[in-house]
């Protein structure tokens, strides 16, 4: 019997969290990647949304939020300091943006990237964050910074309106429910490529056809329209019977 415990891209080691367990404390950094024995790749991530992602439906990453670009650094910041100030005018819960990134948009400091380890819950003012390794180069209030959730963070997908593009980044499928997360967060793998039972929406195909972001909120489809190959990113391939709408079917996964 084959392992449900990923072992770690660059670790080697399994995972100590099975691909259908969700835990409320997180056991690898969001962003960790791991494979199965028969070669399918999942993403840790976190989930804080108010609305469950259910299994076998299209999860995608959260948004970057606008007023997360373009913020001031509150203090001089010098070289190897582990912690950067930025004024911040979103509201967060503890280590939300973890696994995510502050990045230094204008000098001096530009083109820097530094992951985010960690950081208070914050509602205005200065927010702190605990960088993954000391700053190369000083920062001073002159130094504008953007905050990338990720991609760690997850949501249920959207619907996307017919020969439109989607406006959300596919980050993949989880194996068991994720549940409500907006008190407690929830932390579990979501499946990224191999073949994965997921629902397919209003739109089916063949055997054969590419998969694209669905029309029904958490779907996938064949396609949204003849020029959906302009508009979308390919996240599967059909591989079992000619599937029924709104239903789950296999298909292969292939979402970067």
Avoid: C
């Amino acid at each position: 019997m084959g392992s449900t415990n990923p072992v770690l891209i660059g670790g080697g080691v399994a995972s100590n969290q099975s691909v259908y367990e969700i835990v409320t404390e997180a056991r690898h950094r969001p962003g960790t990647q791991g494979v199965l024995d028969d070669g399918r790749r999942f993403e840790y991530v976190r989930s804080d949304q108010g609305t469950a992602i259910g299994k076998g439906k299209l999860a995608t990453y959260e948004p970057q939020a606008a007023a997360s670009d373009q913020l001031a650094i509150q203090a001089g910041v010098g070289i190897g300091a582990t912690s950067i100030p930025v004024t911040v005018t979103i509201t967060l819960t503890a280590n939300e943006l973890e696994g995510g990134f502050i990045a230094i948009e204008s000098a001096p400091g530009e083109a820097e990237m530094y992951g985010i380890m960690s950081h208070a819950a914050h509602a205005s003012g200065t927010l702190t964050l605990e960088i993954d390794r000391p700053v190369v180069v000083a920062l001073t209030t002159s130094s504008d910074a953007s905050l990338i959730h990720g991609p760690t963070s997850v949501k249920i997908s959207a619907a996307v309106v017919a020969d439109a593009s989607p406006v959300e980044a596919a980050a993949g499928v989880p194996l068991v429910e994720i549940p409500i997360g907006s008190t407690t967060p929830q932390y579990s793998w979501i499946q990224k490529t191999g073949l994965a039972n997921v629902l397919f929406g209003s739109v089916v195909g063949v055997v054969g056809d590419a998969v694209y972001h669905g029309e029904d909120a958490g779907s996938f489809q064949a396609s949204v329209d003849t020029t959906a190959s302009i508009h979308q990113p390919t996240l599967a391939v059909v591989v079992a019977l000619l599937p029924i709408d709104t239903e789950y079917f296999v298909v292969r996964l292939a979402i970067e």
